[in-house]
């Protein structure tokens, strides 16, 4: 006979029912409803004996399951924030009107692991005259140019001896004053100052009056609170 499983010819009497040689399944005749319940019942058998019985869980397997995905976010989220992503709560206004005094932000560390900082970048970094603070600003001067302050406007001569008036859009809703310079950036270093010219305590004031390329964590990219957006 014919098995209807998996086709072959296989299929030998035993007793009441068929089994077949081949894949060892049972068939009975279709009047024979006592051989077709014997079967039903070896099947049924056949299906509680192949499943394992799932033991229940110990207290610790409960807590371990529980506690996993949070290690895992934490672990993650340390990873992020010490190679990835700065994120900084600005205590004064000294940016105005770019960053507003208690704006959280945050900025990227890996960027400058591809390029170099650039002129109006906003940096967080490690303040030169004492490196357990960090500091928010702008970067005006580029390593090897000189940086003029005439009646608070920014001049700059780069390398090969060409002076520019740099652009101030950025600058608070104010005249910007006061005579400073010339400061010579030295190689590997920035100058930098905040976008509220008149009231902020930057590079014109320090003792160290440079941000090293090594001292600087990121570029800040956004403001998350109290406001989402982009920063520039």
Request: charged share 30%.
């Amino acid at each position: 006979m014919i098995c209807k499983k998996c086709g072959e010819d296989t299929l030998e009497k035993q007793g009441d029912i068929y089994v077949c040689k081949s894949c060892g399944a049972m068939a009975a005749d279709a009047d024979n409803e006592e051989a077709i319940r014997k079967i039903n019942e070896k099947q049924q058998a056949q299906s509680k004996d192949g499943k394992k019985e799932k033991k229940p869980k110990s207290k610790f397997g409960e807590v371990l399951d529980f506690c996993t995905p949070i290690v895992i976010a934490v672990v993650v989220a340390l990873l992020l924030k010490t190679f990835v992503f700065a994120n900084a709560i600005v205590p004064t206004g000294s940016m105005l009107n770019t960053i507003h005094e208690g704006d959280r932000i945050i900025a990227s560390r890996i960027v400058y692991n591809f390029d170099d900082p650039e002129r109006y970048d906003i940096i967080i970094f490690d303040f030169p005259d004492d490196e357990s603070q960090q500091y928010v600003k702008r970067i005006i001067g580029l390593p090897g140019e000189t940086v003029n302050i005439v009646n608070g406007v920014v001049y700059v001569t780069d390398t090969e001896g060409n002076t520019k008036q740099l652009r101030d859009d950025f600058v608070t809703n104010c005249v910007p004053t006061g005579n400073y310079g010339p400061y010579e950036v030295p190689e590997d270093c920035y100058f930098v100052l905040g976008d509220n010219r008149n009231n902020s305590v930057d590079a014109r004031f320090w003792k160290n009056t440079y941000v090293r390329r090594d001292a600087i964590i990121g570029k800040v990219m956004f403001r998350y609170y109290p406001s989402i957006g982009k920063i520039e």
